[in-house]
């Protein structure tokens, strides 16, 4: 089984876990002074909040496996898709433990698609990761892979 997997940077922790709380209906299974996880059951997905000075707003989505043969699978598709991969294993990031393989997509969205088996006592940094899709500008960021640079925000 997978699990849909969305990450926010927020400009206020504190008032979005009360606001997400409150939609989930749930408190948080995670909670550090500058993230928030809820690993939810119904509607199943691991959603993330942090206050790490990233800009506003979706900061990456993905999809967590329950095994490393599922994660194998999903990067194996990517990477006979023609997808630039980056493969990281043991990595530390957002207080876990994960192998990951991470893509852009055509639009330049950042996917990670992950598989956690354990805690860890640091949010995480990794160095610079992932060579955009040509037509992305992309810069570093802690862990979680790197971050196009957007003129205007996305619209729905």
Same mark, same amino acid.
């Given at each position: 089984?997978?699990?849909?997997?969305?990450?926010?940077?927020?400009? #206020?922790l504190a !008032?979005?876990?009360? @606001?997400?709380?409150? $939609? @989930?209906?749930?408190p %948080?299974?995670v909670v550090? *002074? *500058?993230?928030a996880?809820w !690993?939810?059951? #119904? %509607?199943l997905?691991? @959603?993330?909040i942090s /206050?790490r000075?990233?800009a506003?707003g979706? #900061?990456?989505i993905?999809? !967590?496996?329950?095994?490393a043969?599922?994660?194998?699978a $999903?990067?194996?598709? $990517?990477k006979?898709?023609?997808?630039?991969t980056?493969? !990281?294993? =043991?990595?530390?990031?957002?207080? /876990?433990?994960? #192998?990951?393989s991470w893509?852009? *997509?055509?639009?330049?969205?950042?996917?990670?698609? @992950?598989?956690?088996f354990g805690?860890?006592?640091t949010?995480?940094? *990794?160095p610079?990761? $992932? /060579?955009? /899709?040509? =037509?992305?500008d992309?810069?570093?960021? =802690?862990?979680?892979?790197a971050? %196009?640079?957007t003129?205007?925000?996305?619209c729905?």
């Amino acid at each position: 089984m997978k699990r849909m997997h969305l990450h926010v940077s927020v400009p #206020d922790l504190a !008032q979005s876990m009360q @606001f997400y709380e409150t $939609l @989930f209906g749930a408190p %948080p299974t995670v909670v550090k *002074d *500058d993230y928030a996880k809820w !690993q939810l059951e #119904d %509607p199943l997905v691991n @959603f993330a909040i942090s /206050a790490r000075g990233a800009a506003v707003g979706v #900061d990456h989505i993905g999809i !967590q496996t329950e095994t490393a043969e599922e994660l194998a699978a $999903l990067a194996g598709r $990517l990477k006979a898709a023609g997808a630039e991969t980056f493969d !990281q294993t =043991a990595t530390a990031c957002c207080y /876990a433990r994960s #192998d990951k393989s991470w893509v852009n *997509d055509p639009a330049g969205v950042r996917w990670e698609t @992950f598989y956690t088996f354990g805690e860890a006592t640091t949010y995480g940094e *990794d160095p610079e990761p $992932l /060579a955009a /899709a040509p =037509a992305a500008d992309v810069s570093a960021t =802690a862990c979680c892979g790197a971050a %196009p640079k957007t003129e205007a925000p996305a619209c729905c």
